[in-house]
T-cell receptor
Framework: KAGVTQTPRYLIKTRGQQVTLSCSPI?????VSWYQQTPGQGLQFLFE???????NKGNFPGRFSGRQFSNSRSEMNVSTLELGDSALYLC?????????????FGSGTQLSVL | SQQGEEDPQALSIQEGENATMNCSYK?????LQWYRQNSGRGLVHLIL?????REKHSGRLRVTLDTSKKSSSLLITASRAADTASYFC???????????FGTGTSLTVIP
């Protein structure tokens, strides 16, 4: 069974640009969650999608958005990039049943904003 | 913040020693999980303990949970250099998949 795939692995952008990150979950998993990881803040929950609907949302500005497609693949978009958006963005998938869910993480996309 | 906090932030031990790290959280939970992260990579699930359980074992891992104190501990016995990683606790306390992670304990096992 293939794991969670995130692309690209590394990304360098400049302030003001926008970026789109992609996540392909494990086959059969319907829930995809996104996290931002920075050295000072640890893992911060961005949002979770289930069956193409955003089910949960963390405390991030509207510049951070996402979507999920019918095949459960998900994309995350950050507009008007700021220096503080530099981070490792992690995607995690799970079945989505909500009972003792275990998250399966991708290797992440390392975003650097210059 | 609903996040948990791990303690200590960093831990350095010799190979063969035991490593203990603690996690505190703020709200009632359904279960608590521990994850490991090797440098710059994704997290890997280690163990899940339900809110009605007090202790759980998996190989060299032992997890305890005290819901009255809102705390958990992870013990790694007979540590190996390959155990060098960051360890995070995660709690789910809302309907749906909204997990909150602690800030992590960075474990270094010296060969």
């Amino acid at each position: 069974k293939a794991g969670v795939t995130q692309t690209p692995r590394y990304l360098i952008k400049t302030r003001g640009q926008q970026v789109t990150l992609s996540c392909s979950p494990i086959s059969g998993h319907r829930s995809v969650s996104w996290y931002q990881q920075t050295p000072g803040q640890g893992l911060q929950f961005l949002f979770e999608y289930f069956s193409e609907t955003q089910r949960n949302k963390g405390n991030f500005p509207g510049r951070f958005s996402g979507r999920q497609f019918s095949n459960s693949r998900s994309e995350m978009n950050v507009s008007t990039l700021e220096l503080g958006d530099s981070a490792l963005y992690l995607c995690a998938s799970s079945p989505g049943t909500g009972y003792e869910e275990k998250l399966f993480f991708g290797s992440g996309t390392q975003l650097s904003v210059l | 913040s609903q996040q948990g906090e791990e303690d200590p932030q960093a831990l350095s031990i010799q190979e063969g020693e035991n490593a203990t790290m603690n996690c505190s959280y703020k709200t009632s939970i359904n279960n608590l999980q521990w994850y490991r992260q090797n440098s710059g990579r994704g997290l890997v699930h280690l163990i899940l303990i339900r809110s009605n359980e007090r202790e759980k074992h998996s190989g060299r891992l032992r997890v305890t949970l005290d819901t009255s104190k809102k705390s958990s501990s992870l013990l790694i016995t007979a540590s190996r250099a390959a155990d060098t990683a960051s360890y995070f606790c995660a709690t789910d306390w809302t309907p749906g998949n909204q997990f909150y992670f602690g800030t992590g304990t960075s474990l270094t096992v010296i060969p």
